[in-house]
């Protein structure tokens, strides 16, 4: 199918498809993107129509390889997706979740946005930034290594209805205080999993980078658990219990309104 092109009007053509065979020979990439990444590269990219779709998913998996994502890693993606390096590099640098330095065994984020700011997120930080010793996106301890931590403060994770609450890996401990946000620091240095409040069992960084990649080693495992709490739900069972519905949304949604004229 062709599109028309908003500049000429004219037909613009479908994107040619393209089965990706790794690097080019002369590309220096890191031997530690092994033939299973490259092969787990062409299966991610076979998933779109265009393979520069698949930046996203590649940048969680070269940090699933190396703990981060190094220059390695961007020129890796670059090859694989015919971009441009400084394409890469404005990707990762954008969003949070790439990390440009190593990470620790977990990734500890505390949301210290509003809500949970005031109900004991700025405290809880402040605990586990003394107690670490480290900063925003440092890490405690050698990074990759057993019980090493990375520490940061987050922006509203999207569970204010269960505030104060830190993340672990992504996955999410609820209703913490300065003292259980502590033991469960103390409980990942030790080389223990504590059990998220929702969602699967607590694994690492990397394998959730390798997970948010895409790729699922231990699909049964991944997904057990509650994926909603209590409180969420309150909201849809006080509908329910109440006969509350929404209103039935039209078999023809009304038109855009036109766009305005251009002033010459
Ligand atoms: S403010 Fe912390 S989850 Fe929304």
């Not at 309150?234 to 009304?254: N, V």
């Amino acid at each position: 199918m062709t599109t028309p092109n908003p500049e000429t009007n004219g037909p613009v053509a479908a994107p040619e498809e393209r089965v990706w065979d790794g690097p080019p020979p002369q590309s220096p990439v890191s031997p530690v993107f092994d033939e299973l990444t490259r092969q787990r590269t062409k299966e991610i990219i076979a998933l779109y129509p265009q393979s520069r779709s698949a930046l996203l998913p590649l940048l969680h998996l070269v940090q699933s390889v190396e703990g981060h994502v190094s220059q390695d890693g961007i020129r890796y993606c670059a090859d694989a997706l015919e971009l441009t390096t400084a394409e890469v590099s404005a990707v990762a640098t954008f969003y949070t979740m790439y990390k440009r330095t190593p990470c620790g065994e977990h990734l500890v984020s505390v949301c210290t946005n509003t809500l949970c700011a005031v109900l004991g997120g700025d405290d809880i930080y402040t605990r586990l930034k003394t107690k670490l010793g480290v900063g925003h996106e440092e890490t405690a301890g050698e990074p990759g290594s057993t019980g090493s931590i990375t520490l940061e403060h987050a922006e509203c994770l999207a569970a204010c209805d269960l505030a104060p609450v830190v993340q672990v890996n992504y996955e999410f401990f609820d209703n913490q205080t300065v003292d259980t946000a502590d033991a469960l620091v103390d409980a990942l240095q030790r080389g223990e999993k504590p059990h998220p409040t929702r969602g699967a069992a607590l694994t690492d960084f990397r394998t959730v980078s390798l997970e948010l990649a895409g790729v699922f080693t231990d699909l049964e495992h991944t997904v057990e658990g509650a994926s909603s709490a209590v409180e969420t739900m309150r909201g849809a069972r006080l509908a329910t219990d109440r006969g509350w519905s929404a209103p039935s949304m039209p078999d023809s949604p009304p038109a855009f309104p036109s766009p305005p004229e251009k002033k010459s």
